[in-house]
């Protein structure tokens, strides 16, 4: 009797061994399924139970269902004026912190320097401050009477401070300021995955430096460049204290009437369809996005 023919029935028992039964993986993942329908499902589901909910005096929200605090959230103009400019602000601050981050990006991916590390420590410095912390460093710098102020009016440049907050640009650069991590942190990623030498055959092969770049390199980041982009600009929307420090009563978005609609003038169904407009609007923008960069990206292939 050969050899294999005796190690044969020997490797059956062990291979039904190896193999779980379902009812056993499923009891593995029950654990964090729970964790997410307590912690992730339950919040949502009770947010759009509480959107229904038709708006009472001196309680939370009143008896029954209706769906007047949507029909109020879509066809009111100022609301419907504060929606557009979040959106805007979005739109605004996520090709800022691109034409920022991707430099940065390409240069921390491909650079040999004995300083990289320092490089990196400074492109995360900004999230090892909490965001009040950073808001409250961009108050000081653009105030009336700032930083920025008192150096030009120093030099002779300008007679009077100018208007750098409580407005949309403080806001903008404020906001810039905060989320341009969250931007270059996944090109990194994605360019450190492009070989170099990809770029040098088709430099070799007569392409210039520019021309190498948005045939290959450009191209070839693109899921960097979508997931950074995306990151940010649904970070944007949903951002509360930059807004609320360096706009005051002057910038206005949604994130900030919700929190009023809550807390201010307790009226928990209208905040909680504000805000779940303001998701779905976010949600249909990405979605818009995702099919116009693969149309994009397949050109550039």
Known sequence: MSASTLAAPAAAPLTAAATPPRSRAIWL????????????????LNIVLMSLRPPAVGAPYGAGLTLG?????????????????????????????????????????????????????????PLLVGVVVRSFGWLILLSGNGVINRALIDLGWIATG?????????????LVHVFLPFMILPLVGVIQSIDPSLEAAARSL???????????????????????????????LSAYVTPVMLGGAQVKTVSVLVVQS????????????????????????????????????????
């Open 69 to 125: 605090n949507y029909t109020r959230a879509l066809t009111d103009g100022y609301l419907l004026g504060v929606l557009g400019d979040t959106l805007l602000l979005g739109l605004t601050v996520t090709p800022i912190c691109l034409l920022l981050g991707y430099p940065v990006a390409f240069h921390l991916a491909r650079t040999r320097s004995r300083w990289s590390g320092l490089l990196y420590v400074l492109v995360l410095s």
């Open 29 to 44: 993942i029950a654990p964090a399924l729970v964790l997410l329908g307590v912690f992730l499902l339950l919040p949502y």
């Open 162 to 174: 100018l208007q750098l907050m409580n407005n949309r640009l403080g806001v903008t650069i404020a």
């Open 262 to 301: 809550l807390i201010d003038n307790f009226q928990w169904p209208a905040g909680a369809a504000q805000a779940l407009v303001l998701t779905g609007c976010g949600m249909l923008a990405v979605a818009a996005y995702a099919r116009l960069t693969r149309r994009l990206s397949r050109g550039l292939a």
């Open 206 to 236: 007569g392409a210039s430096r520019l021309k190498a770049f948005l045939r290959v390199s450009l191209p070839l980041s693109w899921p960097g460049i979508q997931a950074g982009t995306v990151l940010v600009f649904v970070l944007t």
